[in-house]
């Protein structure tokens, strides 16, 4: 699962491809001097990649105390791969060049990771990449706990069950554009089908389609049914198997890619300046905390990779008419 996702990102690394992939990215966008912004673009795309691999590769072989920080740094690269993808002048100012979050004051005591929270910033990276990449908004300023953004990980939910940490998920089948959700799913809500399907299309701009003997069919943008850029439904990598929360309280509105760089933000920002309780986590083992740091390591040093390039190469299979973002 690992070697996939930068199997695929090597793909890129040549100026001619790199340059030719750009300029067709741009023409579908509808950008002008396409070709021009390609040819000043090429190299410092792969320049993103590369140094991203770099970071990951040592990541790979770090010890726990550092992984974290080194995770994060090849996150951003490879998301300012991505940002080049649809702003040709990034960065094009310094307010863009910050990370974007900030977490609230640490307590002392009783501190916990997986209640702590981020929020994001009016401005910096994170917000770029909102905007620009996925191109949602009324995300500013806005707060999210450890457990909400973990619950958008669904191979971390194994972990979570067995501390007696519930995220109820159902199971979803997607087939081009049309999403299943099982039948039952309106009793997870407590809702009759018919407000379920009310509430869906009304909160998801989902299009209802039939009701059948086994499941809910939903039609959806193509955005939505791409694990990369889905803000709703969950993807299981190592599965590959889709679910679809099943609770109210869990649609952040926020592709997945995303949660992992505010965690990993935290997680790195914990392990750059709260070094007495990292240490102290890590040697001790005393609180559940350390086995969900450990899997959430695990889990995104291969996903978030293979998510940054099924977005890049879903781009390169885009037309005017078919844009995936």
């Not at 070697?3 to 966008?29: C, I, P, R």
């Not at 760089?261 to 040697?283: G, K, P, Q």
Request: hydrophobic share 40%; glycine share 2%; net charge neutral.
């Amino acid at each position: 699962m690992q070697d996939k996702g930068w199997k695929d990102l090597k793909l890129f690394y040549s100026v001619e491809t790199a340059q030719h992939f750009l300029e067709m990215v741009y023409k579908n966008q509808g950008m002008e001097d396409a070709k021009k912004n390609s040819y000043k673009n090429g190299e410092r795309f792969i320049f993103f990649l590369k140094h991203a691999e770099a970071f990951y590769k040592q990541a790979k072989i770090a010890t726990l105390e550092i992984k974290p920080i080194l995770l994060f740094y090849g996150m951003a690269q490879l998301l300012k791969a991505c940002l080049l993808t649809t702003d040709p002048s990034y960065p094009s100012h310094t307010s863009v060049l910050a990370h974007g979050v900030t977490t609230r004051k640490r307590k002392k005591q009783n501190y916990r990771f997986y209640e702590d929270e981020v929020k994001i910033q009016r401005n910096g990276l994170c917000m770029h990449v909102i905007r620009s990449l996925f191109q949602l908004s009324g995300l500013e300023d806005e707060r999210f706990n450890m457990k909400q953004l973990l619950a958008k990980i669904p191979e971390i939910n194994k972990v979570l069950a067995f501390q007696r940490k519930p995220n109820p998920i159902v199971k979803a089948a997607v087939e081009d554009r049309l999403i299943e959700l099982p039948g039952e799913t309106p009793n997870a809500y407590n809702m009759s089908s018919k407000r379920f399907i009310e509430h869906i299309e009304y909160h998801l701009n989902w299009s209802f389609c039939r009701e059948e003997k086994e499941g809910i069919v939903f039609s959806a943008a193509h955005k939505e049914c791409r694990p990369s850029t889905s803000t709703t439904l969950l993807y299981d990598l190592e599965q590959d198997r889709y679910y679809f929360p099943a609770e109210r309280d869990h649609f952040l509105k926020l592709p997945e890619i995303l949660a992992h760089y505010l965690v990993a933000y935290n997680l790195s920002m914990i392990a750059r300046y709260e070094t007495e309780w990292w240490y102290d986590l890590l040697l001790q083992s005393a609180s559940d905390d350390y086995v969900i740091i450990q899997q959430f390591l695990h889990i995104v040093e291969s996903k978030f990779p293979y998510y940054i390039a099924e977005l890049l190469l879903q781009k390169k299979e885009n037309n005017k008419k078919d844009q995936l973002i």
